[in-house]
């Protein structure tokens, strides 16, 4: 079993910014592509970043300006740093992982990632 538990999650305002982690145990979290999704209110989870085992990223294309995916294998832990944050950052973030797949191309798409953290609230507001 993979067991993915997201921290970092809060309450900040417009402009700061936010580090969100994500801890694997289970598995071969090395091999696996990892990614973060969002759930704005209202609106359906969306794609932000997919990293590979070599630390290769692939941003959806409104995600790459303010926010970095990476990863540290030794800490079997994935970030996600968020900056100058927006009103329109406040949702649920995920983390996500597909152990089916250990190649290079880890596009942020929902349907190919079988394991997911319970998701992390996060909230900007002024």
């Known amino acids: 079993k993979v067991e993915l538990v997201e921290n970092g999650g809060g309450s900040v305002q417009p402009g700061e910014s936010l580090r969100l982690s994500c801890t694997v145990s289970?598995?071969?979290?090395?091999?696996?592509?990892m990614a973060w999704f969002r759930e704005a209110p209202g609106k359906e989870r969306e794609g932000i970043a997919g990293?590979?085992?070599?630390?290769?990223?692939n941003y959806a294309e409104s995600m790459r300006d303010r926010f970095a995916i990476s990863r540290d294998d030794a800490k079997e832990t994935l970030y996600l740093q968020i900056n100058n944050m927006t009103p329109e950052d406040s949702g649920v973030y995920y983390c996500?992982?597909?152990?089916?797949?250990?190649?290079?191309?880890?596009?942020?798409?929902?349907?190919?990632?079988?394991?997911w953290g319970q998701g992390i609230q996060v909230t900007v507001s002024s």
């Open positions: 996500a992982a597909d152990t089916h797949w250990t190649g290079t191309f880890c596009q942020p798409m929902i349907n190919r990632y079988d394991y």
């Open positions: 289970g598995g071969t979290y090395s091999r696996y592509c």
């Open positions: 990293i590979d085992r070599d630390g290769y990223t």
